[in-house]
């Protein structure tokens, strides 16, 4: 039974890209939720995605984005980069009817 | 959201017991109570969750009081490797809810 998978599992990108991360659920799971970990730091939500849709958001810019796929999986993207968007990324995935949330390894994003 | 309070850091040596004690004074009737750890670079681990009273499995014990404003997780005998940052977490895990994670409690441990 494979876990939460995600990818790239490291990334260096320079200020004013994009970059697009991946995140693929435990299975059975149908609820992701995206988080972001500066150095240091607790993870701090970014948003949750249920039935393809957004359902909360932390206090992220709109430069944060996402999409959940028919299959369950997403992605984040991140438009115009930052200094301040290095981080480790993580991905949890849950069942939206139960408690339990688990956690991938994370994306390790750097901007340089 | 509840807030949670838990110490910064906390030292300990190999084979002694351990507990972090989480205060939640605002927990809403709802919300259960999870510990995650969390080495580096790495995500969050599920260690365990409770909602009342006392919870054990095969890692950790979960302890809440009636009142449920705090919560205490206890480390039977730990190890070099339990060298790792701890959070509590309040609320619901399920859909439609999100969850705060605090800065943690860094839990050294030593010979």
């Known amino acids: 039974d494979a876990g939460v998978t995600q990818s790239p599992t490291h990334l260096i990108k320079t200020r004013g890209q994009q970059v697009t991360l991946r995140c693929s659920p435990k299975?059975?799971?149908?609820?992701v939720s995206w988080y972001q970990q500066a150095l240091g730091q607790g993870p701090q939500f970014i948003f949750q995605?249920?039935?393809?849709?957004?359902?909360q958001r932390g206090n992220f810019p709109d430069r944060f984005s996402g999409h959940q796929f028919p299959n369950y999986s997403s992605e984040l993207n991140v438009n115009a980069l930052l200094l301040g968007d290095s981080a480790l990324y993580l991905c949890?995935?849950?069942?939206?009817?139960?408690?339990?949330?688990?956690f991938g390894p994370g994306t390790r994003l750097l901007v340089l | 959201l509840a807030k949670t309070t838990q110490p910064i850091s906390m030292d300990s040596y190999e084979g002694q017991e351990v507990n972090i004690t989480c205060s939640h004074n605002?927990?809403?009737?709802?919300?259960?109570i999870t510990w995650y750890q969390q080495f580096p670079s790495q995500g969050p681990r599920f260690i365990i969750q409770?909602?009342?009273t006392k919870v054990t499995n095969e890692v950790a014990s979960l302890f809440i009081p009636a009142d449920r404003k705090s919560s205490t997780l206890s480390l039977p005998r730990v190890s070099l490797s339990d060298t790792a940052v701890y959070y509590c977490?309040?609320?619901?895990?399920?859909?439609?809810?999100?969850?705060?994670f605090g800065t943690g409690t860094q839990l050294k441990v030593e010979l």
């Open positions: 409770g909602y009342k």
């Open positions: 299975s059975g799971h149908d609820t």
């Open positions: 995605y249920y039935e393809e849709e957004e359902r």
């Open positions: 977490l309040v609320g619901l895990t399920g859909g439609g809810n999100k969850l705060t």
């Open positions: 949890a995935s849950s069942l939206y009817q139960a408690t339990g949330l688990y």
């Open positions: 605002n927990i809403a009737t709802n919300d259960y």
